[in-house]
């Protein structure tokens, strides 16, 4: 969302780290003793080869960004058709790089924040709760699709089966050596990264595990929603760009209530063009499971009903307006997903831009203008994903909510990975439930 | 854990909120913003009333805080028996009274040391942020246990149904208020309160989520656990009043090694008794599951293989020793629980006072000597039951990795659930897989 500001000025013009002029007045001295560190941060720029800086040279500082941007966005997104066209699994990769990424610029923050050049350990420790977390939650997720398979290999079995022992092991260490780490003096610093780093996993950790289940569930879960943003992101941007007038919020100075429903229009028409499209491909509808007899990734699947076409009635006062004009429109036919996409399309619109203005509002409680300056013309990556957590999340509990059912397959898998005689169990019990309802003849056996 | 330190002078002839000398120097400006309004915070006291004041007024201050400690310590043991003897439920309703009060503590030195009186709306915030996680963690419990018979009820169902979406729904909002509550100029205490209630979260609410899944396991999973560390605790506390000498870490200078390993050795005895009187009731140790037949909760069930006596084999080195002195002992039978319980005290003694020194060390980070004044003699709520949230979520893991295993009764229930084709389909799947397996004939229909 924070494209929604017009960056009409390129920084390099701008002296570094000047303070949003509305934050001088009336901070007390905890906030000066923070905000004395934070022009170490490395800020966003639009720094770039030479080659293109003297091919735009020309151009206004405006125009320069606006290119430059773009330049960049239309990278990402080709890199991005890359990684998907090589599966799922790469695609997994890529967020577990990026979540990486985004940990790795909030704790920069807090370090030079709170001035921890000192404190013993705190960075290590840091990045021992990131692995540690990424272990417990990648493996329940690897566990929960590939555990048969993983479970036929000796080594992994006890891994497998005792994860979460090992994981809760590895995090309780990380404990222990943060309190034995404690020094007199530094109590209050440690603490407060202590709860800087933990609150960062809760962020971005158990959010990017969502993504990942929602990748499992089909690409389309993730494309949708993630193509949404990016839409709704750029849309945004050139409708405050041209149109932009009457500002949003103040927390976003920059952000205006014509960008916001240019996006919002253009994010609902983009959800349906591209779930249209994608609905037609087993390659995004298909849940990724391994397929044991073929001994690889399934690539294709008894479609669920939410991508088979299916018939609707319409609201009676659509049906009488159809009737004024002499046309007769009582049903249509379509693939759920579309109406589905809908709803997506206006949480990504109108709720997911909070994501954006809790990143913003974070930035200028610390004081800086972005998380970081790693693509040119964007900033940092939190500066880029900001909305796409919020709508991670929503994604997987819509998902769970409304259209995920038990699957009998799975069911079957569970019972089958019993005890044999817990499984005669499970099948007696199951005879005699299905009889008593007269879903089985008696006779049956 | 915090029993460990001599509470050697009654604070009421202390000045109050002196800081630890050692604390003295070198502290930064932000430190001491913060330090400045800790003595506004409620501190731990005797106060009890006139007639026990009176009645131990000759007394010195160190014998008399011994006494108040041991009443009250007395009182809670037996107020907590009183719980038990109600029945599961009620130790449930005690576990969120005890949460919602560790919340309100923590809340609170958050609001004084921040100095946030005039923050709009931070209070009512924090209090919503808990009632959605409650909201949210007890639902998923009553689901997981008692979905069947809530879905009874029409206007219950949507609840069950759509739960997490409810859930995500309140929390989301509570995200809203919070951006749109956002004031210029306390953006850096918003967000640090904000990162505050939510560490306070993370600490509290997941971790009596894992304890009330313990009380659903059986009562046994919670009450061993609990009493070990109220053992743990006493018991370093009678050690290290008569026998302490050596300083055990300088976090807590008041611990010692010799109330350490008296604690750890009583700790084992205890769970080893505790565990062998417990196991005898069908009472302690059936897990509580709703009978569908008796419409109430099921106090008698088939018992898990841990609470039934086994068969060991003693270790190699064992049995020549025994055959040193003319024993025969080979093997021995016991419950397995008295085995598992020697893992948890070790876990309660060595890892357990862990919990106590992260608090210890928290209460100087913000230079307060106790959560709150609840308890005459003891302090806060949280004060008393900081290394129990470490040692319920260590059960949890450890029930689940080495004595849980998937019940044939829960599947059955799932698959009759589902729809009556899905569950013809999983019947016939199941047939197949098993005479496949050479568990049933094959003519078997």
Redesign the interface.
């Known amino acids: 969302m924070s494209d929604l500001r017009q960056r009409t000025t390129a920084q390099k013009e701008e002296p570094k780290s000047e303070p949003p002029a509305?934050?001088e007045?009336?901070?007390?001295?905890?906030?000066l003793?923070?905000n004395a560190n934070a022009d170490s941060l490395p800020q966003a720029s639009d720094n770039t080869s030479e080659a293109i800086d003297s091919a735009l040279k020309d151009l206004t500082p405006r125009w320069r960004n606006w290119i430059i941007r773009g330049i960049f966005s239309l990278i990402m997104i080709f890199s991005f058709g890359g990684v998907i066209w090589l599966g799922p699994l790469a695609v997994v990769l890529l967020v577990m790089v990026i979540q990486i990424k985004c940990f790795h610029e909030i704790i920069t923050i807090g370090y030079v924040v709170y001035k921890s050049h000192e404190l013993p350990w705190f960075r290590t420790l840091s990045w021992y709760f990131l692995i540690c977390s990424n272990y417990f939650f990648y493996g329940e997720s690897m566990i929960q699709y590939f555990g048969v398979l993983l479970s036929r290999t000796e080594f992994m079995t006890p891994f497998v089966?005792?994860h979460?022992?090992f994981s809760?092991s590895l995090y309780?260490s990380g404990?222990?050596a943060?309190?034995l780490s404690?020094v007199?003096?530094h109590?209050?610093k440690?603490?407060t990264l202590f709860?800087?780093t933990?609150?960062t996993l809760?962020i971005l950790v158990t959010q990017s595990h969502l993504i990942i289940q929602n990748i499992f569930e089909g690409l389309i879960w993730f494309l949708v929603p993630v193509s949404m943003i990016i839409c709704n992101d750029i849309m945004a941007y050139i409708f405050g760009f041209f149109f932009g007038r009457t500002p949003l919020i103040?927390?976003s100075p920059k952000k205006t209530w014509e960008g916001f429903i240019g996006g919002a229009f253009s994010t609902v028409v983009w959800g349906l063009m591209i779930s249209y499209i994608l609905v037609q491909f087993d390659f995004f509808v298909c849940p990724i499971e391994y397929d044991m007899a073929a001994e690889s990734l399934s690539l294709s699947c008894e479609r669920a009903p939410v991508f088979k076409l299916a018939e609707y009635t319409l609201p009676q006062f659509v049906q009488n307006l159809c009737r004024t004009v002499g046309i007769h429109c009582n049903t249509f036919t379509t693939y759920p997903m579309m109406l589905h996409s809908i709803y997506m399309s206006l949480f990504a619109s109108i709720?997911g831009p909070?994501g954006g203005?809790?990143a913003s509002?974070?930035k200028?409680?610390?004081k800086i203008k972005d998380f970081g300056d790693t693509i040119p013309g964007h900033g940092g990556f939190m500066d880029r994903f900001d909305c796409q957590l919020?709508m991670a999340?929503?994604v997987h509990?819509?998902h769970?909510?409304?259209i995920k059912a038990?699957s009998?397959?799975k069911?079957?898998q569970?019972?089958?990975s019993?005890k044999?005689e817990?499984?005669?169990?499970?099948?007696n019990?199951?005879?005699d439930?299905?009889t008593q309802?007269g879903?089985?003849p008696i006779g049956?056996?």
């Not at 817990?422 to 099948?427: I, S, Y």
């Open positions: 509305d934050e007045e009336g901070e007390d001295a905890h906030e003793t923070l089966t005792y979460r022992f809760f309780i404990i222990v943060f309190v404690l007199k003096k109590y209050l440690q603490f709860g800087w933990h609150v809760v103040k927390l709720i909070f203005f809790f509002g974070f200028r409680a610390f919020l999340t929503f509990v819509y769970s909510s409304f038990v009998p397959q069911l079957v569970q019972i089958l019993l044999p817990e499984q005669l169990q499970v099948f019990m199951l005879r439930g299905l309802r879903l089985l049956a056996q």
